[in-house]
């Protein structure tokens, strides 16, 4: 979501500070959830995430917004003076629809730098239907940026991957026999900083728990798109003291998956071109971060 600590590193040479002032973005992003009404959002970079809750909540009248936050470890937003404290994952979810029974880290690397965030929810009722929805399972993740820590990235996607096997195992060995009726569906989200023919998004493209398909992960966006990712996710155009040379990075590096033998994708909101955008690429006075929104809707199978 582009970390309010970042802003005043003034990069996006064609969005001034002021407009990405932190009054400004926090309403503009209470505003876009309000407006697609998720019942679960992941984020990254989120270290105004208290905030971006607090509006919600006033904005709908109601305390049905919660969240877990995961901060990074290290996070360079403590440097930047008025800071709002550490980046991180972050997951808002509805609680009236939803409540969060268990998170946990997942870690990345093998010297625990870097963790994803795992969350277990479990529906409410669901009324006159005298059936249950399933459970969800949500890893939220962020992995190493620049181009060249492409080797990285393949890394703690084989983490990602050693969790998961684990984790199958140990929920399939606790639970009934393991089918598509009874088995929650997995969900990762979030910023891979990985184009679609990178080694870590191949890891996920070919992973399965024993060769058994139930547990195969699908991209949304590449389903809804026709079996192809969108042209970009992130479109930034920057330079600074930091950044001494005018970069233009305009690419598909973030990502909706889930298994589609356990649930159904009723379809992906479009992501705007760079007409309907602008010539100054993101953030902009409209678009609140540098990364689009990846929006999906899903019809889980009733138990």
């Known amino acids: 979501m582009l970390a309010q600590g970042f802003v005043p590193l003034d990069e996006f040479i064609y969005c001034p500070c002021k407009m990405l002032s932190f009054e400004r973005r926090c309403k503009s992003i209470s505003e876009e959830i309000l407006r697609y009404d998720p019942d679960i959002v992941c984020l990254q970079e989120a270290d105004i995430i208290k905030d971006i809750v607090k509006s919600l909540n006033a904005s709908s009248g109601r305390d049905n ?13 403590l440097m930047v003076k008025n800071n709002h404290g550490p980046d991180g994952l ?26 994803a965030l795992f969350c277990h929810f479990i529906p409410k009722d669901v009324g006159h239907l005298n059936k249950s929805c399933p ?8 992995l190493k940026a620049k181009v060249y820590c492409s080797e990285i990235r393949r890394k703690q ?54 060769s058994n398909t139930l547990y195969k992960l699908t991209s949304a966006y590449y389903v809804a798109g026709g079996c192809k990712e969108p042209e970009f996710t992130t479109w930034k155009i920057r330079k600074s003291k930091r950044i ?52 999906a809707d899903f019809s889980l199978r009733l138990c």
Request: hydrophobic residues 35%.
């Open 90 to 115: 972050a997951v808002i979810y509805r609680n009236d629809n939803y409540e969060l029974i268990k998170s946990e880290k997942i870690p990345l690397n093998e010297d625990n730098s870097r963790y």
């Open 244 to 295: 001494v040379e005018l970069t233009e990075d305009c690419h598909t590096i973030d990502y909706i998956w889930y298994c589609d033998r356990l649930c159904t994708l009723l379809g992906a909101w479009s992501i705007p071109s760079k007409t309907e955008i602008g010539p100054n690429g993101l953030p902009s006075a409209i678009f609140p971060s540098d990364h689009m929104n990846l929006i």
């Open 65 to 77: 917004y919660s969240f877990c936050f995961l901060p990074k470890m290290s996070s360079p937003c």
């Open 157 to 210: 996607g084989e983490e990602l991957v050693k969790y998961l096997n684990s984790f199958i195992k140990r929920i399939s060995s606790t639970s009934a026999p393991v089918n598509s009726t009874v088995f929650p569906p997995i969900f990762i989200c979030g910023d891979f900083n990985a184009e679609p023919t990178e080694p870590v998004i191949n890891i996920l493209q070919n992973f399965s728990l024993n």
């Open 135 to 142: 459970d969800i399972y949500l890893i939220c993740l962020h």
